[in-house]
C-alpha cells in the first residue's frame, strides 16, 4: 500500500455489473469489500414486488469454489472432515445448506454446496487450481482422477478470503480448488421468477428446490440452481462474467423482472427467518445455539467426525444455554442489531441479531439470542434500546410461509 491509497480505494471493488446498477438508478453501497446497490425505488415496493413478481439480485460478490481430488485423494472425505453435511449422499446435481466449522465448533460461514455432473460447465475449470493472491498453489503433479466427483461450493462475500485460508490449511493434500473469479451470480427470485426464466432458458422448469443442473442461453454455458435466500420459488445462476450484463438485461426486459437491491435482499430473508453470517451467525455461535440443527446430518452426528463434533453434539443433547429465535415487536418502531434482551432488572441477558419493518407482515420483527428457557414461541421478552424498552413476543420462524418448489409438489 502506497502512501498515495486510500483505504476506499484498497478496499472496494466494482462487481461486473457495476456500470449497470448505476444507470438503473441503483443506490451504491459498500458491502462486502464491494460497490453494491441497496436500492433502486425503495426498498419496500422492491420487498413486495419480490414477493407479488419477480426481483433481479447481484450476488456476484459470494465465492465460487469447485473442488477436485488429485490422484488417490478422498475428496469426499475430506469435505466431510469439515463439514457437518451428508456429501457422500449427495446426488449429482443435488444441493445441500451446510457449515463451515471451526475446531471449536463455531460457525465460521454458511453455504451451499453441489455435486457436479461431469457435464457442467465447470467441468474444464475443475482442472486449474486457485492463483495468487488468495494463495493457491499446485498440491502435486497427478492428474485429476476421472472416476473423483466434482463439487461446487458456493460461499459468503464477506469470508471468503478467511474460507479459503481455512480450507487451505486443513484439507489433505491431493485436493485441488479453483476459486472461479471469472464466473458472475445473480438469483431471480420470486413466485413469477419461474415465468421469465422459462421463456429464456427452457428446461429449467425441470429443477425443484435444492437442485442443478447446466444450461444453454444463446450459446452462453449457465449453472443454475433452483434456490435463494427470500424464502421464495427462483433461482441462482452462475454465469461468465463477460455475459452477465446480456443476461441481466434479457431477465429485465421480462415484464415480471425488476432489479432488486440489498435492503429488501435483507428484510425478505429476514421475514424468511433465514440466517445472515455476520450477524445472526459468527464464530462464537454454534449450530446448536444458532437452531440449525437440520444441517447436521444424521449420519454425521452418528459418526461424530466433523470438525468441532465433540462440543456441538455435546452441546445438542444437553441443550445450549442461548437458542435464536424470531420475535414479534409491539408497535411499528423496528428494533436493530445490537439491542440488548434484558430482564427485570434491566440486565442484558441477550441481544437482537437482526431487525427491521417487515413489509409482508405488516409488523417489526427481529431475530435474537435469548436464554433457552425463554425460547419458547409465546413467551414475553424486554427488548432495550437507546435506552428505551420495547416489548417482544417470542414467535416461530420463518415469519411467513416459505414458497418453495419441492419434488412432488410438496
Sequence with gaps: M????????????????DAWHRARGGRMVEFAGYHMPVQY????AEHLWVRESAGLFDVSHMGQLVFRAEGSADLVAALEALLPADIAGLGEGKQRYSLLLAEDGGILDDLMVTRLPTTSPFADAAEDVVAEPVGWSPLDNDAPDPDSPLFYMVVNGATKIDDIA?????LPDGIAINHLEDQALLALQGPKAIDAMARLVPGVSDLVFMTAGAFDWNGVPLWISRSGYTGEDGFE????????????DALTAEPE????GLGARDSLRLEAGLPLYGHDLDPATTPVQADLGFALSKRR?????FMGATRILAERAAGAATKRVGLLIEGRQPVREGAAVVDSAGGEIGRVTSGGFAPSVGAAIAMAYVPTALATPGTTIQLSQRGKVHHATVTAMPFIPHRYVRAGGK
Design 301 to 305: 452426528r452418528e459418526a461424530g467426525d
Design 237 to 248: 445462476i452462475s454465469v461468465p462474467a463477460e455475459q452477465v450484463e446480456a443476461l441481466a
Design 2 to 17: 502506497s502512501d498515495t491509497d486510500t483505504p476506499d480505494e484498497i478496499a472496494t471493488e466494482a462487481l461486473p455489473l
Design 41 to 44: 425505488e425503495g426498498i419496500m
Design 257 to 260: 423482472v425488476k432489479p432488486i
Design 166 to 170: 481455512h480450507l487451505l490449511e486443513f
